[in-house]
């Protein structure tokens, strides 16, 4: 008896053409001008060749001057400046809607467009200027032509990016209207980055906090502050899955800081957000950046949260008075109130406390499934070649990890020694390394703007992929230091000879064109990687280069 299976449904002209241009527009090997002439081309040829590069062509808009240039015979542009020659004909609206309905996404330019170009559009528009208009970044900074904003909003827009102007308080209430008319599909509101004028950002802060009931079916939002009252309409947020305050400093305080000051006790602020049960229900992402506000008080809301389920977790702290018993409550509460299978990136940095990196790290290794970890001080981190291999061992699926270089910001050298790397050549699903690292030669001095001296050379070490190189500056070149011969010679066959085994594994192509590598050790690593049978023992290899190492660790510390 014969099976038969159900037929399969062919794809249409149009999609096929929309899977050529795609494949044209997602391109990562071309420039966006070489894209936009290719399809610019094949617009050329026919009508139904046409319509879909036109989609993609207008698809996302950097400016609205594109659009200026669809009726040159009804309106004249002179330096931004929109004059109107003639009456509008049915013809115009019918020629300027047919580039205006392809566009899903614009960036508006500060400072460049004027209110009689987007006076101009409205002219031409049924209502909306853009009818399936997705995303929004609105960066109008004149005043007048702030308002302008009405005529690009609609029921369908998703995303809405936007910057105020803090000396004009009355824009803020766009915040108002905007939920009530246009936002039944708008998930994603941000709002970008503002000057940090104390007053005029606390007034900001009650204005966004008083207009946040408003915005309940949100998945993604960011603010540069929020008051206490705001943090509960976040917390009542049932969508919300990201979360990120830039410019924190009003947290506890009451609606209007300014004049009331704080109106709540700590204690008093954890039963009201803990009465929410839970608050914040589904945030996965959370990134928190304060100013002028104290690290304990980013403990207490990490203190509300019932085994939050978060993804992601970015701190940037900048109190002046933080010390490291702070830093030892946050960790904790982190560790006893986030679930730690969940967390897959962790980012911290303070622009001021000088904590070791063993206070950080340890608390850490409770999330055992990180993925990503970024912690940066203001001096730089000291490993040991123990630490390191307790970093690779309790954190196995780690991909990223940096310790920054905060030598740059203090003026302290780093003691770590190449030592430090070894323990990472185990790590095979790791791709990107950075790490501070004494690179002085001390025997020979170094050559600076032509007077030789004996000043201690630090440089960061990035492994991105299969490669591991230093950093070269047209002034300097480091790779005359004996430690750097020695990473080619040692550390670069180890690292790049690991992750080619595990693409292998996986069934990867990892052939890499000579000209992708960026210097000839480079090249000639890769040849080497190809001429091998890849029948012999990573495990063999690496045992003999550690135990090559063995004999080299007092040059490595002294040398």
Not at 103 to 125: D, G, I, R, W, Y
Request: aromatic share 10%; hydrophobic share 40%; with cysteine.
């Amino acid at each position: 008896m014969s099976s038969f299976s159900p037929a399969q449904r062919c794809l249409s002209n149009t999609e096929l053409l929309d899977l050529i241009y795609a494949e044209i527009w997602y391109s990562i090997r071309s420039s966006r001008r070489d894209k936009s002439r290719t399809l610019v081309t094949l617009a050329q040829t026919c009508q139904v060749w046409s319509e879909v590069a036109l989609n993609y062509l207008w698809r996302n808009l950097r400016g609205i001057s594109p659009l200026l240039r669809c009726l040159p015979d009804f309106w004249n542009v002179v330096d931004g400046i929109v004059t109107i020659k003639r009456p509008l004909t049915d013809a115009d609206r019918t020629t300027f809607g047919k580039y205006a309905r392809r566009v899903q996404t614009v960036f508006t330019a500060p400072n460049k467009e004027t209110p009689t170009a987007h006076h101009a559009l409205s002219l031409v528009s049924d209502g909306c200027i853009l009818p399936n208009l997705r995303k929004l970044e609105w960066k109008v900074t004149n005043p007048s032509a702030f308002y302008y904003i009405r005529h690009y909003l609609h029921p369908r827009l998703e995303e809405l990016n936007v910057i105020f102007n803090v000396g004009q308080p009355e824009q803020f209430d766009v915040l108002f209207t905007i939920p009530a008319v246009f936002s039944s599909n708008l998930h994603c509101l941000r709002i970008l980055d503002m000057p940090v004028m104390a007053r005029a950002l606390q007034y900001s802060s009650s204005r966004i906090s008083h207009a946040l009931p408003a915005w309940n079916h949100l998945s993604v939002l960011e603010i540069p502050d929020v008051t206490f009252d705001g943090l509960m309409s976040v917390a009542r947020m049932s969508k919300l899955r990201e979360l990120k305050i830039y410019q924190l400093r009003s947290l506890w305080v009451g609606s209007d800081p300014v004049v009331t000051g704080p109106v709540y006790s700590k204690q008093q602020n954890h039963h009201a957000l803990l009465a929410l049960n839970p608050p914040f229900p589904v945030l996965q992402n959370l990134h928190l950046c304060t100013h002028e506000i104290a690290m304990p008080a980013v403990t207490d809301l990490i203190r509300t949260f019932q085994a939050a389920e978060l993804h992601s977790l970015n701190l940037r702290f900048a109190g002046l008075e933080d010390s490291t018993s702070d830093l030892a409550d946050l960790f904790r509460e982190l560790v006893d109130h986030c679930n730690p299978q969940a967390l897959k990136e962790f980012r911290y940095s303070h622009t001021h406390l000088r904590e070791t990196f063993s206070s950080l790290i340890q608390p850490l290794f409770s999330f055992s499934t990180l993925k990503v970890l970024w912690i940066s001080s203001v001096r730089p981190f000291n490993l040991s070649e123990q630490e390191a291999t307790q970093i690779v061992e309790s954190l196995p699926d780690i991909e990223q990890f940096s310790a920054d270089n905060g030598w740059q910001r203090s003026g302290d050298t780093p003691s770590n020694t190449l030592s430090v790397l070894i323990p990472f050549t185990a790590c095979n699903k790791l791709k990107h390394l950075s790490i501070s690292l004494d690179a002085t030669d001390k025997p020979r001095g170094r050559v600076y703007a032509g007077k030789q001296t004996d000043f201690p050379r630090h440089e960061i070490l990035h492994f991105k992929g299969s490669v591991l190189e230093h950093h070269q500056s047209p002034t300097k070149n480091f790779s005359h230091a004996k430690r750097w011969c020695y990473i080619e010679e040692i550390l670069l066959l180890m690292l790049s000879r690991a992750r080619e085994r595990e693409y292998r594994r996986m069934g990867v192509e990892t052939s890499i064109p000579s000209e992708d590598w960026t210097s000839n050790w480079g090249r000639r690593l890769n040849a080497a990687l190809e001429e091998e049978d890849g029948d012999w023992s990573d495990k063999e290899m690496v045992d003999a280069r550690r135990k090559d190492l063995q004999s080299l660790r007092y040059e490595l510390g002294t040398s």
